[in-house]
């Protein structure tokens, strides 16, 4: 038998096979981080439509406000101006916190000249026809109201969507994982 064979009862030396022996193996180095001009990229910017300063005759500007929410998240909502004034309308958002959950309300006739609720940007979304709107009940026959029904098809569609629920545990909250329980449940 040739000396490089050897039988299965004679273990191999280390440098005889390096595939046996991960410290041997010699491994490429791992890539480089990314730079730090890739790392802090921010998300693509999306254009506003392009949307007419005038619509069909009755029709309803939608339009969409962001509130700057730092250190959160932005706040958004829908406004669909009134025919008198473009900082007259009803505004459709949802209110509430991460501890009890959100609704949506319907701030009627809201006046942003008067409120001083003042968004970050405004973005024209589409001109809605007016057969999707009841202008009256909408604006509450020019007096603010906050509202939580909907009064016209356009309010009914948006009020379809379910606002955020509870998202964030208080601590009487009795949420337990398996097997792990607060130690007041455990002492007597």
């Known amino acids: 038998m040739p000396q490089k064979y050897k039988t299965a ?16 193996v010699k491994l490429p ?12 990229k ?8 392009f949307v007419a300063v005038t619509g069909p005759a009755g029709a309803f500007m939608v339009e969409l406000l962001i509130y700057n929410g730092a250190p959160f998240k932005d706040h958004w909502a829908y406004w669909v101006r009134s025919h008198v004034h473009p900082d007259i ?41 007016k057969e999707y709107f009841n202008e009256k009940l909408m604006l509450n026959d020019g007096k603010y109201k906050l509202d939580h029904v909907p009064v016209c098809f ?16 208080a601590v009487d909250d009795k949420v337990y994982a398996l097997g792990r329980y607060p130690f007041f449940l455990l002492s007597e």
Do not use: M
Request: with cysteine.
């Open 9 to 24: 009862l004679q273990p191999l030396e280390p440098s005889q096979c390096p595939s046996l022996h991960p410290r041997q």
């Open 154 to 169: 356009f309010e009914a569609s948006a009020y379809k969507v379910k606002a955020p629920g509870k998202t964030l545990n």
């Open 89 to 129: 309308g009803v505004l459709i958002h949802a209110a509430g916190d991460v501890k009890n959950g959100f609704n949506l309300e319907f701030k009627r006739s809201h006046d942003f000249r008067s409120t001083g609720n003042r968004r970050t940007k405004r973005v024209p979304l589409q001109w809605v026809g």
């Open 42 to 49: 921010s998300l693509p910017v999306t254009k506003a439509p």
């Open 29 to 40: 180095p791992p890539p480089p981080p990314p730079a730090a001009q890739e790392a802090h």
